[in-house]
């Protein structure tokens, strides 16, 4: 038998296997996590947290689904309907279900009467927010902060641990004036570098585009880098050359405002901006960069993470 | 051509002031034009005048007032007739 050839690609992923940090399901992008992986992303969300302690965020859990009818009216599927994911259910009688069954067995595509449920994943920790916030009324003077983390999904297949199906995102989302959400971006901006400044990793900040789909989406793309809507902070993980996005920086202007009805103390359409932190990728990263090995890390990053 | 690009952005654009006080040079971003309606605004173009622009051309300048979209498309049907 041929030796496995190494490739580039897979190999960062076969070390987590082999060490236990994530564990295989059979399906690319879907990975179990193993404690210590926890512990140290544990020690990254206390990190976040001692970063935004200040500004005294409403904390928001939700699950990592969000109701089919915010997701519709998000306007999610214009921009990123290859990365949309939708629960499907068994809705048959027991007819059906004798057809359904009958159709496993025989491995045939038992899916087709699946039909569409209420409930579509959370593709961004911060949408199922935006709703709930509208209806709470006009914002006060001082606009509002969120805190978020979730589970989110995106269909996006991948050998690159850096790009899982599942993934957590913790967000700081600001809602206010143009004025306070470009001020918590900025903020946000230099604190996020000093954050990774901590973790000993190497970084960069760039202007950055969403991955819109299509010939339509990369007139989406250019606009929103024309108007410097996004950065991204980017740590080398599987590549020098492509180094993955860690943090980022985002103002959305009036969208989410004028999409959901989210309106400023002085009855203007509120501005919206948000700090998303890939937890896995940050983790992945400090993997990458420090080893396997925790016990050897730096000190410094250990008592930054309390490990 | 002016005309029925003033047409096509009637009807394809939402603009809060309408588009009677647009000059050719007036800048249809200021106007209220979204990013999305810059979208709708290319596909309408395309279908009208049976062209496609190239990726050099998706910015957000091209875009940005009809005289900018007259001088795109003066150069793509251009191109098109001397092919």
Not at chain 2, 9 to 33: F, H, K, N, Q, W
Request: proline share 5%; aromatic share 10%; with cysteine.
């Amino acid at each position: 038998m041929l030796a496995k050839t190494p490739v580039n690609e897979t190999s960062f992923l076969d070390e987590l296997f082999d060490r236990g940090l994530l564990i295989e399901t059979g399906v690319d992008g879907l990975y179990g996590r193993s404690g210590l992986f926890e512990a140290i992303g544990d020690g990254f969300q206390a990190l976040v947290s001692r970063y935004g302690a200040a500004d005294k965020a409403e904390v928001v859990r939700f699950p990592p689904a969000m109701a089919r009818s915010v997701f519709e009216q998000s306007g999610y599927m214009k921009s990123f309907p290859q990365l949309a994911g939708t629960v499907h259910c068994f809705c048959g009688n027991p007819a059906d279900h004798v057809s359904l069954l009958q159709t496993i067995e025989q491995k045939g595509d038992w899916t087709e009467g699946q039909k569409a449920s209420d409930v579509v994943l959370t593709p961004a920790a911060c949408y199922p927010l935006y709703p709930t916030a509208a209806k709470r009324g006009d914002l006060p003077a001082e606009g509002r902060l969120y805190d978020l983390l979730s589970y989110c999904f995106r269909h996006e297949p991948s050998k690159d641990p850096a790009r899982q199906q599942f993934f957590r995102m913790r967000e700081y989302v600001r809602m206010g004036t143009p004025d306070q959400v470009t001020e918590f971006r900025a903020n946000w901006l230099e604190r996020g570098q000093k954050l990774i400044g901590d973790l000993g990793l190497p970084f960069a900040v760039d202007v950055a585009n969403d991955p819109f789909f299509g010939r339509t989406g990369k007139m989406l793309a250019v606009n929103q880098r024309d108007q410097r809507l996004k950065f991204e902070l980017l740590i080398p993980i599987e590549s020098e050359e492509n180094p993955t996005a860690c943090l980022s920086f985002n103002y959305h202007q009036d969208h989410f405002g004028k999409t959901f009805g989210l309106t400023s103390a002085d009855g203007e359409v509120a501005h919206t901006a948000c700090v998303g932190f890939g937890h896995e990728r940050v983790i992945l990263a400090l993997l990458k960069h420090h080893g396997t090995d925790v016990a050897r890390w730096p000190a410094s990053v250990r008592s930054a993470l309390g490990l | 051509m002016k005309d029925q690009i003033s047409e096509i952005i009637a009807r394809t654009v939402e603009l809060p002031g309408g588009i009677d006080s647009l000059t050719d040079t007036s800048d249809l971003y200021e106007a209220g034009m979204t990013s999305f309606g810059s979208v709708q605004l290319m596909l309408a173009l395309e279908e009208a005048f049976d062209v496609e622009f190239p990726e050099r051309m998706l910015n957000r300048r091209l875009f940005s007032s009809i005289a900018t979209i007259r001088a795109a498309l003066d150069e793509l049907t251009s191109e098109k007739a001397g092919a």
